[in-house]
C-alpha cells in the first residue's frame, strides 16, 4: 500500500515521499523502510527521528524531519484502520469442515465457517459471517450473532445467547454451571442451575476465561466489554456496557458491575456486590461481599477504599515502627520525670 | 406438573390451587402463572407477595395471602428436587459416537456415553451411565467410576482414577504433571512425576480448573468436595470430604486441608501447609508454606489470622494518620514544658 | 533393574543387595522390597531406618544400616535419572492419527507423532520426535522444534515459534491476542495484535496456562523457564532464561523478567515492570506498573518491598492496638499534670 493512499485511509496528512510501498506494521525500534510505525508522546517522537521506519504515524503537532509521516488526530485509531488493510486476519474458508460433527437442525447464516473437529449441537443458530474454530463445542439450542469470531477450543454450553461481532478466544467456557450448593444432612447438593447467559454485541473474552450461566435469571455481560484472560465471571453477574477486566480478576454470584468500569488484574469480588459507574478498581483490589463502590471512583487494597487513602495509610504504616521508637522515648521521658 | 403432585413430592403443605400446572422454574421478580419460585427470609416474602408466580415454596411459618404456596421444611432443598422433575438434565444418548476415538480394550458399563470427537486411551474403565462430553480426552488407564457426567473438552492425565457421580466441567485438566523440579547445574531439571490423582464420589470440578498427580505417591479430593472454576490443586495436596473452594483458589504441593473446610475465593495457600477441619478461609486470605490454621477457625488476610483480630487491626490502621498526628502534638507538648 | 545397575547409572555407591530387583520409584512410606525411595535430611533419613524400600538413594555422608542403599552426591538429580530408566513416559506411537486433520504442506520431521482429533494448519513446521496430543490445534505457520510434547487439548495460535524440548501441558494456550484497546468515540476498539510469541529451549508450560503473543514486537519466554498451570503472560512481556513461575501467577503487558527469577504462586505484575536477575518474588506478592525490583532482592506483600521490611512492618502493625493504648495512656498522663 502507498503512503498516499494510508494517508488518505485515515484522514490524515501526509509529508514526505506518496508513493513509498509500506508492507506491514512493526514497532518503532524494528521498523524497516517498508515498514509503517507510530510516535505518540516526547519520548517515541525522539526515538522516530533515528528510526529506519518507512512511513511514521504522528499526532497534530508533531513532526520528524527527515522522514516520511501521516499526521493524523488519533494516531492509535490510525494505526488501527491501517493494520485492518495492511494485515487483514486469514478468515478460514466459509463451510463446514467435512471432520465437524453438526446436527441436522442447526441454522447457519451466510458464510458461517465452522472449522475442523468443531461440534454443533442441536438447535443452535450462527449468523451470517461468523467463524467457529477448530475443536470448539457449541451446545444445544446456542444463539450466536453475526460476525463472531469463536477461536478453536472454546465451550459454550447449552442454551446462551451471543450477539453480534463477539470474539472468543481459546479455551474460553461461557454458561458452565454456577458454584452453588445446599448445606443439608452433612453434605453439599447442588441448587438447580437453570439459568442462561447473554454476552451482548462487541464483547470480547480472553482465553481461558469462564464465564457461568445463570442459577435462575441469566449473567449478563454488556455491550462492548472486554474480558482478558483466565477470568471469573459467577452466576447472575450484570456486567454493563464498555468495561475492561484485566486478566485473573473474578467476579463472585450476583455481583453488579455498571458500564465504564475498568479493573486491573487480579481483581477480586465478592458476592452481592455493586461496582457502580466509571469506577476504576487498581491491581488486586478485593471488594467484599455486599459492599457499594461509588460511581467514579477509584479504590485499591484489601478491602478496597479510596486509592488516595489507601496510599496514605500505607505512607504512615511505612513510618510505623519511626512511630513506635517516638512513642517509646516519650514514655521514657514522663517516667524520668 | 400440577402443584398437589409437586407438594406430594416435597412432603409439603399445598395451600391454594391443586390443579394448577406449573412448568418451569424461575427467579421470583420473572416468575408467571405457570413458575414455580420460592421465597426464603422477610425480604423475599414480602417481594412475594406481588409476584405473578403460580406457586411459591416457602417455610415453615410463613405464608403469602392469595397465593398458591407449598411449605417445606427446607425450601432449597425442596427446590433442588422439583428442579429435578422439571428440569431433567438432556442427557446425551448412550453409546459412543462414531466421531469418537475409543481404544479397542476399553471397558465400557452400561448406558455410557460418549460424545462427538472424544478420545478414550487405551485400558479406561468406565463406570454405567457416566457420559463423557465431546472433545475430551481420558488418558491411558483412567478409571472412571458410575452417573458420572464429564463435560466436554475435559483432559484426564493417564492413570487418574474418579469415583461415582463425580462432575468435571468444561477445560477442567486432571492429573497433569506437578510444577516440581531440580536446580542443578545451572538449570532446572525435571523432578519424577510418577504418582497419581484421586477424585472420590460426589466431587464436583468446576471449568478450567487444573488438578495435578502426586510426584511420588497421590493427590487425593475427598468425597464432596466441590470446587469452583479456574482452581490450581497441586501435587500431593490431599483435601478432605464436604469442603468447597470457590474460584481462582490456589493450594500449592503437599498441603493437607481437612473435612468441611470452606475457602471463598481467590484464597492461596503455600506448600505444606495443614488446614484442619471446618476452618473457614475469607476471600484472598493467603496461608505461608507450613503453617497451620487449627481447627474450625475462621481467617483473613495476607498472612492469614484469626479474622476478628484482622478487623482489628484494620480499624487501627484506618486510625494510623490520626495517631501519628496525636504522638506529635503530645511530642511538641513536652518540648514546650 | 538390578540395583547394581541403578548404581552404576547414577556413578553412586551400593552398600548391600546387588541383586535386588527394582521395578518402580515410590515414596519412603508407602516403599515395599521392589522399590527405589530416597532420604534426605535428617528426618527422611531417620524414616528410612523403618522402610520397607528395597534400595534407598542417600547423600554422602549417609547410612541407612540394615538396608541396601546407593550413595550419590545429588540425591534428586540420580533420581530423576533412574526415573528415566525404571518409568520411561508412555510415548505415543510415531504417524498422524487417522482422525487429525493436517494440512498438506506441513513439514514434519521424524518420528513426529500427531495424536487423534488434532488439527495441524496450514505451513506449520515439527521437529523431529515432537508429539502433538489428541485434539490439540497447531495454527497456521507454526515453527515447533525437535523431541517436543504438546499435551492434548492445546492451543497454539498462528506464527508462535517453539524452541527444542519444549513441554507444553493441556489446556494451555500459547499465542493468543494482546489485551489491548484504544478507547475512541465512547467505546473500547481494537488495539492491532500482530507481533509473535517465541518460547526459548527446554520450557515447560503448566495447564491451562495463557501466553499471549505480541502487539507489535515479540512475547519471549527465555530458555529453560517453567510456568506453572493457570499463569497468565500478556503481551511483549519478555522473560529470561531458568526462571520458575508457580501457578495463578500473572504478568501484564510489556513487563521484563530477567533470568533465573523465582516467583511463587499468585504473584501479580503490572505493566513495563522490570524485574531484573535472581529476584525472588514470595507468594501473592504484587509489582506495581512501571517499577524495578532490583537484582537479587527477595520481595514481598502489596506492593512488594524487601521481605525483611515487610515482616518489620507487619510486626509492628500487630502491636498497632497495643501502641494506640499506649498513647492514650500518654496523653491521659499529660493532661491530668
Given at each position: 500500500m502507498h503512503t498516499q493512499e494510508m494517508a488518505r485511509l485515515v484522514h490524515g496528512t501526509l509529508d514526505g515521499d506518496p508513493e513509498r510501498e509500506i508492507v506491514r506494521i512493526t514497532a518503532l525500534d524494528s521498523a524497516g523502510p517498508s515498514d509503517l510505525s507510530f510516535a505518540e508522546g516526547d519520548r517515541a517522537l525522539a526515538q522516530a527521528a533515528s528510526s529506519q521506519a518507512g512511513c511514521i504515524l504522528i499526532p497534530e503537532g508533531a513532526e520528524?524531519?527527515?522522514?516520511?509521516?501521516?499526521?493524523?488526530?488519533?494516531?492509535?485509531?490510525?494505526?488501527?484502520?491501517?493494520?485492518?488493510?495492511?494485515?487483514?486476519?486469514?478468515?478460514p474458508p466459509p463451510g463446514i469442515h467435512?471432520?465437524?460433527?453438526?446436527?441436522?437442525?442447526?441454522?447457519?447464516?451466510?458464510?458461517?465457517?465452522?472449522?475442523?473437529?468443531?461440534?454443533?449441537?442441536?438447535?443452535?443458530?450462527i449468523g451470517a459471517s461468523t467463524q467457529i474454530g477448530a475443536g470448539s463445542v457449541i451446545g444445544r439450542g446456542v444463539a450466536i450473532g453475526r460476525s463472531c469470531i469463536v477461536y478453536p477450543r472454546?465451550?459454550?454450553?447449552?442454551?446462551?445467547?451471543?450477539?453480534?461481532r463477539v470474539i472468543v478466544h481459546s479455551g474460553a467456557v461461557l454458561g458452565g454451571d454456577g458454584f452453588g450448593y445446599i448445606f443439608a444432612e452433612g453434605r453439599y447438593q447442588k441448587f438447580p442451575q437453570l439459568g442462561d447467559l447473554l454476552i451482548e454485541d462487541d464483547v470480547?473474552?480472553?482465553?481461558?476465561?469462564?464465564?457461568?450461566?445463570?442459577?435462575?435469571?441469566?449473567?449478563?455481560?454488556?455491550?462492548?466489554?472486554?474480558?482478558?484472560?483466565?477470568?471469573?465471571?459467577?452466576?447472575?453477574?450484570?456486567?454493563?456496557?464498555?468495561?475492561?477486566?484485566?486478566?485473573?480478576?473474578?467476579?463472585?454470584?450476583?455481583?453488579?458491575?455498571?458500564?465504564?468500569?475498568?479493573?486491573?488484574?487480579?481483581?477480586?469480588i465478592s458476592d452481592h456486590a455493586r461496582i457502580e459507574d466509571l469506577v476504576v478498581l487498581a491491581g488486586n483490589a478485593v471488594v467484599g461481599a455486599g459492599k457499594v463502590i461509588r460511581k467514579g471512583t477509584?479504590?485499591?487494597?484489601?478491602?478496597?477504599?479510596?486509592?488516595?487513602?489507601?496510599?496514605?495509610?500505607?505512607?504512615?504504616?511505612a513510618r510505623l515502627?519511626?512511630?513506635?521508637?517516638?512513642?517509646?522515648?516519650?514514655?521514657?521521658?514522663?517516667?524520668?520525670?
Amino acid at each position: 500500500m502507498h503512503t498516499q493512499e494510508m494517508a488518505r485511509l485515515v484522514h490524515g496528512t501526509l509529508d514526505g515521499d506518496p508513493e513509498r510501498e509500506i508492507v506491514r506494521i512493526t514497532a518503532l525500534d524494528s521498523a524497516g523502510p517498508s515498514d509503517l510505525s507510530f510516535a505518540e508522546g516526547d519520548r517515541a517522537l525522539a526515538q522516530a527521528a533515528s528510526s529506519q521506519a518507512g512511513c511514521i504515524l504522528i499526532p497534530e503537532g508533531a513532526e520528524v524531519p527527515g522522514h516520511t509521516t501521516i499526521t493524523v488526530k488519533h494516531v492509535r485509531l490510525a494505526l488501527a484502520r491501517l493494520a485492518e488493510a495492511l494485515h487483514p486476519r486469514a478468515a478460514p474458508p466459509p463451510g463446514i469442515h467435512p471432520s465437524a460433527v453438526v446436527a441436522p437442525d442447526v441454522a447457519l447464516g451466510d458464510a458461517v465457517s465452522v472449522g475442523p473437529q468443531a461440534v454443533i449441537e442441536a438447535g443452535v443458530t450462527i449468523g451470517a459471517s461468523t467463524q467457529i474454530g477448530a475443536g470448539s463445542v457449541i451446545g444445544r439450542g446456542v444463539a450466536i450473532g453475526r460476525s463472531c469470531i469463536v477461536y478453536p477450543r472454546v465451550t459454550i454450553y447449552p442454551g446462551a445467547r451471543l450477539g453480534d461481532r463477539v470474539i472468543v478466544h481459546s479455551g474460553a467456557v461461557l454458561g458452565g454451571d454456577g458454584f452453588g450448593y445446599i448445606f443439608a444432612e452433612g453434605r453439599y447438593q447442588k441448587f438447580p442451575q437453570l439459568g442462561d447467559l447473554l454476552i451482548e454485541d462487541d464483547v470480547e473474552i480472553g482465553c481461558n476465561t469462564t464465564i457461568d450461566r445463570g442459577s435462575l435469571g441469566t449473567t449478563v455481560i454488556g455491550q462492548g466489554t472486554k474480558i482478558d484472560n483466565l477470568c471469573q465471571i459467577a452466576h447472575n453477574v450484570r456486567i454493563g456496557r464498555h468495561c475492561v477486566i484485566a486478566a485473573l480478576t473474578g467476579i463472585a454470584g450476583s455481583t453488579d458491575v455498571g458500564d465504564y468500569v475498568v479493573m486491573a488484574g487480579g481483581v477480586g469480588i465478592s458476592d452481592h456486590a455493586r461496582i457502580e459507574d466509571l469506577v476504576v478498581l487498581a491491581g488486586n483490589a478485593v471488594v467484599g461481599a455486599g459492599k457499594v463502590i461509588r460511581k467514579g471512583t477509584t479504590v485499591w487494597g484489601i478491602p478496597a477504599r479510596p486509592i488516595a487513602e489507601v496510599k496514605k495509610q500505607m505512607a504512615h504504616l511505612a513510618r510505623l515502627p519511626e512511630l513506635a521508637e517516638k512513642v517509646k522515648q516519650l514514655s521514657k521521658r514522663l517516667r524520668e520525670e
